[in-house]
């Protein structure tokens, strides 16, 4: 797969594990692995770039004595998962016409 195709998708994943609520790394790869693979080397990078981009806030709080991160998808955040919802149609389309195609070579 193109290495930006994937780069976006990746941030688009961790952006909708955050959605509905608030969560840390570990977490996150957790609930992303059934669909993306992605390591702690992959993940963290992400979030500083998405945190840079204003599309997620963090926080730091105690857990069992010890500090923890936890991020916040923001509104711009949210806006960008609905821009890629959009997006996603777009590029079902061009599937479907390239798929097509291949479909009619073989009729």
Not at 6 to 18: T, W
Not at 62 to 78: D, F, M, P, Q, S
Not at 85 to 98: C, R
Request: net charge neutral; charged share 35%; hydrophobic share 40%.
């Amino acid at each position: 797969m193109d290495i930006q195709l994937k780069r976006g998708l990746l941030d688009i994943c961790v952006l909708a594990a955050i959605k509905n609520e608030d969560s840390y790394g570990y977490k996150i790869i957790k609930d992303v692995k059934p669909y993306v693979d992605i390591s702690e080397s992959t993940l963290y990078p992400i979030l500083r770039r998405l945190e840079a981009a204003e599309l997620l806030t963090v926080r730091t709080a105690e857990h069992n004595g010890r500090l923890r991160k936890y991020y916040r998808i923001t509104e711009a955040g949210k806006a960008r998962i609905a821009a890629f919802k959009e997006e996603w149609q777009e590029l079902l389309m061009i599937y479907g016409f390239i798929t097509k195609e291949e479909s009619d070579d073989k009729a």
